[in-house]
């Protein structure tokens, strides 16, 4: 319940911009310049797909499955003088259901990801001295499936990332902007005290007693890091109602290994078919040096180390979408 709590309070946060405005009197008809139309830009865009397939005597085999993703997109952003505040809230939310397996529905997609940006352009309007705050973690516990029974592997703020950063932003156009900051804080959360005391995502593991295995301490619950941050963002309409956007976002630890540089990379690729029906392609690209994989290093069979792995999502839905 606390951390459902948290959840809420963060998402008022990003979209309270979008009630901090006077209403506005003017109608569709009404041609309005941007001066009255006043210094806020808000939207969302609310999506559903579905897919599902039934066999049955299927000769050529394969299993009946049901799927879908609910998806949530709110920005609101601000410009007036010198002054500038961009928020935005993503979310998303998959389940799938194969065959007749022993665990109902498994997860597909599960994210959430808040962005608040205050910035104070120079004479060159191109330039800002900027704020960014950064916040990501997941609706739902996560399963390693690929073993029976199923461990726990991820949980609600287990983990949790908090950026805060102080630096430059060049926003050229509306479709490109390349933030950098020369000091970031980094704070990683996981709040799952089995996750914890076995070290997961970087925070210290717990210290047991080497005869009788008995836990001596708690593992730590957060990992505080202090580094440099870069973020790009780049969007275009590749043609008529297909737009191609992408974002990267990379931080280098200062105290420990700043070469191995944290990479988040997403991309998407939307597909307008009409009002409310939409297909859209979307990939993740993550690499967290803190984030560790048991491997076989010698392809024996045994596990006989662990390292960091470059993890990749990528999804193609189909489905109803909405947008304001």
Same mark, same amino acid.
């Given at each position: 319940m606390k951390r459902n709590l948290i959840l809420l309070a963060l998402l008022w946060i990003s979209i309270m911009p979008t009630f901090a405005q006077d209403e506005a009197t003017a109608t569709e008809e009404e041609a309005v310049t941007e001066e009255e139309k006043g210094p806020w830009k808000k939207g969302a865009v609310l999506g559903l797909n579905f897919a599902q397939t039934y066999l049955q005597n299927w000769q050529g085999g394969g299993q009946t499955a049901i799927s879908g993703t609910a998806l949530a997109n709110l920005f609101a952003n601000y410009q007036k003088d010198r002054w500038s505040w961009e928020s935005s809230f993503n979310a998303a939310y998959g389940l799938t259901r194969l065959g007749d397996n022993s665990v109902p529905f498994q997860k597909t997609d599960d994210r959430v990801e808040i962005n608040s940006k205050v910035g104070r352009t120079w004479k060159q309007e191109q330039l800002s001295?900027? *704020?960014? &705050?950064? &916040?990501?973690?997941?609706?739902? $516990? *996560?399963?390693?499936?690929?073993?029976?029974?199923?461990?726990?592997?991820?949980?609600? &703020? $287990?983990? $949790?990332?908090?950026?805060?950063?102080? *630096?430059?932003?060049? /926003?050229?156009?509306?479709? &490109?902007?390349?933030?950098?900051?020369?000091?970031?804080? /980094?704070t990683t959360i996981v709040d799952n005290q089995r996750l914890a005391d076995a070290g997961a995502f970087g925070v210290t593991a717990a210290t047991f007693d080497p005869v009788t295995g008995m836990k001596l301490q708690d593992g730590e619950i957060i990992l505080y890091e202090v580094g440099g941050f870069l973020k790009l963002a780049y969007s275009r309409e590749l043609m008529k109602n297909v737009k191609f956007s992408t974002r990267a976002d990379f931080f280098s630890n200062y105290l420990n290994n700043p070469l191995n540089i944290d990479i988040n990379w997403e991309t998407l690729i939307a597909m307008k078919i009409n009002d409310f029906l939409s297909a859209s392609i979307t990939t993740h690209l993550i690499y967290d040096d803190d984030i560790r994989f048991e491997v076989d290093r010698n392809d024996d069979g045994v596990v006989d180390g662990s390292g960091p792995r470059t993890q990749f999502k990528e999804v193609f839905s189909l489905g109803i979408q909405y947008q304001f």
């Open positions: 001295w900027t *704020g960014s &705050f950064t &916040f990501r973690t997941q609706w739902d $516990a *996560g399963y390693d499936y690929s073993v029976n029974p199923s461990p726990l592997i991820s949980d609600p &703020f $287990a983990p $949790a990332y908090i950026l805060l950063g102080l *630096g430059i932003d060049y /926003k050229p156009s509306e479709d &490109f902007s390349l933030y950098i900051s020369p000091l970031t804080n /980094k």
